[in-house]
């Protein structure tokens, strides 16, 4: 089973533009929107055509003209987030940002920064999967594959490392026949518990050497592994990406 998983791996970051040419940048630039039932629910505006930044070489993220125009949303892993402003002078941090969200006010109202850590976690580990996999630690489980509508689909239930924030510990992905990620289920730990969800990827585009997924809806799963036709929790759309090589 653990060759049968390591054989997927392989195949999909291959698939998504290869080991060589990922180990060769130090991020990502990304334009995207993102709204849906997740963001009416928690009190926070949606976000329209935002430029973002994803390191590609540890868990480090930062919004643009967030939370208004010239600042910046910094987020650094479970350590800190931070708003800085046009000029560079820190406006607010908060530490241990996790940790925040055992709260009884997050379950209804999120401010800037739970907003901060909650999209900077999440967007970075989507505009790093799956070549966030060549990183030590994780663990891979083959699961017996699908019959979807253009053919085999390959599963791996995935268990994170512990110095890589993400929804939830164990995940599950699934890869089509080209090896393009297609979907992958998660609980939403920081949203609660009961948040299980399976996020949909569509609309795949190649952005100077890497394939990414440019359609992302994020559907609630209330029972078994079957998603709900809506609402939609989060509706993610990419404009553009930019690979930032190494130099």
């Known amino acids: 089973m653990e060759r049968d998983a390591r054989t997927i791996i392989d195949r999909v970051i291959a698939a998504h533009g290869g080991e060589a040419f990922w180990r060769g940048l130090s991020g990502v630039e990304a334009r995207l929107s993102a709204a849906g039932f997740l963001f009416t629910t928690k009190g926070r505006p949606p976000l329209s055509h935002l430029r973002m930044w994803a390191?590609?070489?540890e868990p480090r993220f930062t919004f643009f003209d967030y939370p208004r125009p010239g600042w910046r949303g910094e987020?650094?892993?479970?350590e800190e987030v931070?708003?800085?402003d046009a000029d560079g002078r820190l406006m607010a941090r908060r530490e241990r940002p996790r940790e925040a969200f055992r709260g009884l006010r997050r379950q209804f109202r999120w401010d800037e920064l739970d907003f901060l850590y909650f999209g900077g976690y999440a967007t970075w580990n989507y505009l790093t999967t799956p070549f966030i996999f060549l990183r030590p630690g994780f663990?891979?489980?083959w699961l017996p594959p699908?019959?979807?509508p253009s053919g085999r689909i390959d599963r791996l239930r995935v268990t994170f490392p512990p110095?890589?924030?993400t929804h939830s510990r164990r995940q599950v992905f699934y890869f089509d026949e080209a090896g393009l990620?297609?979907?992958?289920?998660?609980?939403?730990?920081?949203v609660g518990g009961w948040a299980h969800a399976a996020h949909l990827c569509a609309d795949y585009r190649d952005f100077d050497g890497l394939k990414a997924a440019t359609r992302r809806r994020v559907r609630p799963i209330l029972f078994g592994d079957k998603p709900l036709p809506f609402p939609n929790l989060v509706?993610?759309?990419i404009d553009e990406i930019r690979p930032v090589r190494l130099g």
């Open 55 to 57: 390191s590609a070489t």
């Open 75 to 78: 987020w650094i892993g479970d």
């Open 82 to 84: 931070r708003i800085l």
């Open 139 to 141: 663990e891979f489980e």
């Open 146 to 148: 699908l019959e979807g």
């Open 163 to 165: 110095d890589i924030p």
């Open 181 to 190: 990620l297609t979907r992958l289920d998660y609980t939403a730990e920081v």
């Open 235 to 237: 509706a993610l759309d």
